[in-house]
């Protein structure tokens, strides 16, 4: 074999490995993302600029998902067998009681132009009468953080008076503004809570200008989710011995 063959076969070698190792990296990290469910509560079924379709991301920084369930709100649950952040069908279950649906018009014009979070926003389930409340069945995660989020047509106050399995007042903080004003979810406009098991129970209450709408919410599955870096190092020390012995 010639000098510049060599050189060019051990460059290609060189390389066939790098670009198998980074695929494995990268495969190896996609493999530890959490499943979540992700719902967005709409005013009613007929309503296209609050239905998220399936590859619209959307949700808290952080947390942004696609596959979205689209539930109308306006009518008594439950919505069955919710699907995950990959489209596979859950055994997850949510049923709801709703005294009065609504919705934030400073939403309007990013959710026509298919903004994923302004979608959320622009419908929600009100709290008159007895709150915004639902209740989430048969989650298969053994633990899981929720994450909710709340919408308004009216500025001022707060958001909470939120009892999450049982445990509250929970609240966000800040002033509650609408859309228009406050068009990321943050700690004013969203709610994190972790170290959750079994079935997710949500009372919410009005207290005056303290609101308790539910625009939607997610949970998150963290369930025994490996340490990134030990399984990537693990994952290419077995990727390098095979192409070791291959030289």
């Known amino acids: 074999m010639s000098f510049h063959l060599y050189r060019h076969t051990k460059q290609t070698h060189n390389h066939m490995k790098k670009t198998i190792m980074l695929a494995a990296s990268a495969a190896l990290l996609g493999s530890v993302q959490a499943a979540t469910i992700s719902v967005n509560f709409t005013e009613d079924a007929g309503r296209a600029n609050q239905q998220l379709g399936a590859a619209d991301l959307a949700g808290r920084t952080g947390y942004e998902q696609t596959n979205w369930n689209n539930v109308a709100s306006n009518v008594a649950g439950p919505s069955l067998d919710l699907i995950d952040s990959t489209g596979a069908t859950t055994?997850?279950?949510?049923?709801?009681?709703?005294?009065?649906?609504?919705?934030?018009?400073?939403?309007?014009?990013?959710?026509?132009?298919?903004?994923?979070?302004?979608?959320?926003?622009?419908?929600?389930?009100?709290?008159?009468?007895?709150?915004?409340?639902?209740?989430?069945?048969?989650?298969?995660?053994?633990?899981?953080?929720?994450?909710?989020?709340?919408?308004?047509?009216?500025?001022?106050?707060?958001?909470?008076?939120?009892?999450?399995?049982?445990?509250?007042?929970?609240?966000?903080?800040?002033?509650?503004?609408?859309?228009?004003?406050?068009?990321?979810?943050?700690?004013?406009?969203?709610?994190?809570?972790?170290?959750?098991?079994?079935?997710?129970v949500v009372d919410g209450t009005r207290d005056g200008a303290n609101r308790a709408t539910i625009a939607g919410f997610q949970i998150i599955d963290t369930t025994a989710i490996p340490e990134p870096t030990s399984t990537a190092l693990l994952g290419l020390g077995g990727m390098a011995l095979i192409l070791r012995r291959r030289k």
């Open 91 to 200: 055994t997850a279950d949510v049923s709801w009681a709703t005294t009065n649906v609504w919705g934030d018009g400073t939403a309007n014009t990013d959710a026509d132009a298919g903004v994923g979070n302004a979608r959320i926003a622009r419908g929600y389930k009100d709290d008159v009468g007895d709150g915004a409340d639902f209740t989430v069945t048969n989650i298969g995660y053994a633990t899981y953080t929720a994450v909710l989020y709340f919408s308004t047509d009216a500025g001022g106050g707060t958001y909470g008076n939120f009892t999450v399995n049982g445990v509250g007042p929970q609240t966000s903080t800040g002033t509650k503004e609408q859309y228009g004003t406050n068009p990321i979810w943050d700690d004013t406009n969203s709610l994190v809570i972790t170290g959750l098991t079994g079935d997710l």
